[in-house]
C-alpha cells in the first residue's frame, strides 16, 4: 500500500507539473495572430495545450484514488510555483517580492502539511 501511495503522490506531482506547462501553451498561442476567430481555437498549440492537459486531469483523478484529498490539495499548490517560474523564465516577467513572499508561504504550508 505505501508504494501506491508513493507512486500516487508522483503522479499527482507530475500531472500538475503537465497542467502548468498546458497553460504556458495556451498563454503562448495568445500571442499569436490568427485569420478568424475559428482559428484561435482550433490550431495545434491549444489541441496540443489541451490533449496535455485531458492526461493531466485523468492522471489527477486516478492519483486521488490513494492519497487524501487534503494531501491533493497541498500538493496541487506547487502548481504556483511551476507557473511563477516559468513566466519569470519564458515570458520574461517580473519576480516581485509579493510574488516570492507569497511563494515562500505557499512552501512553507507545504512544509507544515508534511511534518504534521
Known amino acids: 500500500m505505501h508504494n501506491s501511495f508513493l507512486i500516487c503522490v508522483i503522479v499527482l506531482l507530475m500531472s500538475v507539473f503537465m497542467a502548468?506547462?498546458?497553460?504556458?501553451?495556451?498563454?503562448?498561442?495568445?500571442?499569436?495572430?490568427?485569420d478568424s476567430v475559428i482559428r484561435e481555437y482550433i490550431n495545434l498549440p491549444v489541441i496540443l495545450a489541451y490533449s496535455i492537459f485531458l492526461i493531466a486531469t485523468t492522471m489527477t483523478v486516478f492519483a486521488y484514488s490513494a492519497i487524501p484529498l487534503s494531501l491533493g490539495i497541498a500538493l496541487d499548490t506547487t502548481s504556483y510555483l511551476y507557473i511563477t517560474f516559468f513566466g519569470v523564465v519564458i515570458f520574461k516577467e517580473k519576480l516581485t517580492k509579493q510574488k516570492v513572499f507569497s511563494l515562500a508561504l505557499i512552501i512553507l504550508g507545504i512544509l507544515i502539511y508534511a511534518l504534521v
Do not use: D, M
Open 20 to 34: 502548468s506547462i498546458s497553460q504556458v501553451i495556451l498563454k503562448k498561442s495568445t500571442f499569436k495572430h490568427y
